[in-house]
């Protein structure tokens, strides 16, 4: 994998915004999968402006969820259909009709997950995936000890995601619903390109187990050391307790201005 150290979350934005700019310019209708939380939003913000500029058309751009809360209804401020409209296609200029994601309030969820892997291949599959990573080194919401080659399903929260989550429920971890959809870590491996964000101290050890530990299912974003195209961008703050960081800003300084990550 390639790990990238940036100045700070707003440099971090820009870098994952051009990559997906330019996966646009060659690809027009690829599709971006997106994640929730607080650290992909200076992507979006940076891409919103590019959009803005005339510098990147997203007209034919299609969007995919990764994860969705289970039975929150879908114009519920927080489920994170609603959270995608508001912080991705209104901003993006992307039509409701190109995003698709897992029906939360479906009476079989099960179904409703292998609907969506369904749905995901027979688009083509994602060509670029953004991932946040959990305290406990979750992706999407695979937490500790998911499978690795786990398909679309329904899981538990842990209580520490739960906390983590509250801010977005008034602070209050009661209304953080239990159970979520989340694209399984097989099928988030079936992304063309896997780029995870990591911004603040708050993830500095789940950034070093995921690069730097070993691939184990104790930390899910692990598995992104078995994909062949997988980039992690990480603040200096998130690469704090890397071993290997100076050999990363060595080789990120030494990359040749074409390749991109
Ligand atoms: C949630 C989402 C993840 C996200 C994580 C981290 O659990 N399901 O996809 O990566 O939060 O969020 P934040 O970026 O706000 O720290």
């Not at 994998?1 to 934005?13: L, Q, T």
């Not at 607080?38 to 990764?66: E, F, H, I, K």
């Not at 990573?133 to 499978?147: A, K, L």
């Not at 184990?216 to 598995?223: H, I, T």
């Amino acid at each position: 994998m390639e790990v990238v150290i940036v100045p700070d979350a707003k440099a971090g934005g820009e870098l994952v915004a051009d990559a997906m700019a330019q996966l646009l310019r060659r690809k027009p209708d690829a599709l971006l999968g997106v994640a929730t939380g607080s650290t992909p939003l200076p992507v979006y913000q940076a891409l919103a402006a590019q959009v803005c500029s005339g510098a990147v058309d997203t007209s034919r751009a299609r969007v995919a969820q990764l994860d969705e809360y289970v039975g929150l209804p879908a114009d519920h401020p927080e489920s994170y259909r609603s959270v995608l409209r508001r912080e991705v296609l209104e901003p993006l200029g992307i039509a409701p009709a190109s995003f698709m994601g897992p029906d939360g309030t479906a009476e079989d969820v099960q179904a409703a997950c292998d609907a969506y892997d369904r749905q995901l291949g027979e688009a083509g599959g994602v060509d670029l995936q953004l991932l946040g990573i959990g305290t406990d080194g979750h992706i999407g919401f695979n937490e500790p000890c998911s499978s690795l080659v786990s398909r679309t399903r329904i899981k538990t929260l842990t209580e520490q995601t739960r906390k983590d989550n509250a801010r977005f429920f008034d602070g209050d971890v009661e209304q953080v619903p239990h159970h979520v959809i989340t694209q399984g870590i097989g099928t988030i491996l079936e992304a063309r390109h896997l780029v995870l964000l990591a911004t603040g101290a708050g993830k500095a050890d789940a950034v070093a187990a995921t690069v730097e530990g070993p691939v184990a299912a104790v930390c899910p974003a692990s598995a992104l050391q078995m994909h062949p195209h997988a980039t992690v961008v990480v603040d200096e703050a998130a690469a704090a307790k890397l071993e290997h960081a100076d050999y990363f800003r060595y080789t990120f300084a030494h990359k040749p201005d074409w390749q991109g990550i």
